[in-house]
T-cell receptor, first 112, second 114 residues
Framework: QQQVKQSPQSLIVQKGGIPIINCAYE??????FPWYQQFPGKGPALLIA?????SEKKEGRFTISFNKSAKQFSLHIMDSQPGDSATYFC???????????FGSGTKLNVKP | NAGVTQTPKFQVLKTGQSMTLQCAQD?????MSWYRQDPGMGLRLIHY???????DQGEVPNGYNVSRSTTEDFPLRLLSAAPSQTSVYFC?????????????FGPGTRLTVL
């Protein structure tokens, strides 16, 4: 049973578009929600993260929206660029023992 | 700082063989984890450690062993490799601080079991 459900599986947008990736969870014990970016042949790298007491967080062109009551959170990429083409993973952490659960990933392709 | 290093980068095994995937970090992180990445399934936690001498199972621990004798090293052992263990394996570390939760990932080991 997947603890964090991510959609869509893949996404194609034009340069300048705003791709949106969605994640949903059930376990209310999760207390930290990061997004990771992964390029082919590399390990994931932290992009941006949010705690459930905040509804939105922005870092540069990346924004997380968090809806605690719906148990959903999403990543928005403003003014997307071809260099943003990568696979994006959402994750959720249980405070105890720092255990992370990952979504299944979204492969983003930003066309020039 | 080298960050998180993993060896080997690639490995091919025959069914039934055993091997150890190495992971080391030089950031003095308490928490270390092993994940496997399979298409369409994201990263799944195999085993994790919250400090030297302390390990526990993650979501998919069967067929794997770990130990943590030092803060720096966290090797993953495949006892008797099976084709179902063909995957990309990532090691990660974090400080474990409630206010600094970033996990740092290694470059991965691509394992094929024939």
């Amino acid at each position: 049973q997947q603890q964090v459900k991510q959609s869509p599986q893949s996404l194609i947008v034009q340069k300048g578009g705003i791709p949106i990736i969605n994640c949903a969870y059930e376990n209310t014990a999760f207390d930290y929600f990061p997004w990771y970016q992964q390029f082919p042949g590399k390990g994931p790298a932290l992009l941006i993260a949010i705690r459930p007491d905040v509804s939105e967080k922005k870092e540069g062109r990346f924004t997380i929206s968090f809806n605690k009551s719906a148990k959903q959170f999403s990543l928005h990429i403003m003014d997307s660029q071809p260099g943003d083409s990568a696979t994006y993973f959402c994750a959720a952490r249980k405070d105890n023992f720092n255990k992370f659960y990952f979504g299944s990933g979204t492969k983003l392709n930003v066309k020039p | 700082n080298a960050g998180v290093t993993q060896t080997p980068k690639f490995q091919v095994l025959k069914t039934g063989q055993s091997m150890t995937l190495q992971c080391a970090q030089d950031m003095n992180h308490e928490y270390m984890s092993w994940y496997r990445q399979d298409p369409g399934m994201g990263l799944r936690l195999i085993h994790y450690s919250v400090g030297a001498g302390i390990t526990d199972q993650g979501e998919v621990p069967n067929g794997y062993n770990v130990s943590r004798s030092t803060t720096e090293d966290f090797p993953l052992r495949l006892l008797s490799a099976a084709p179902s263990q063909t995957s990309v394996y990532f090691c990660a570390s974090s400080s474990g601080s409630r206010f600094s939760n970033e996990q740092f990932f290694g470059p991965g080991t691509r394992l094929t079991v024939l």
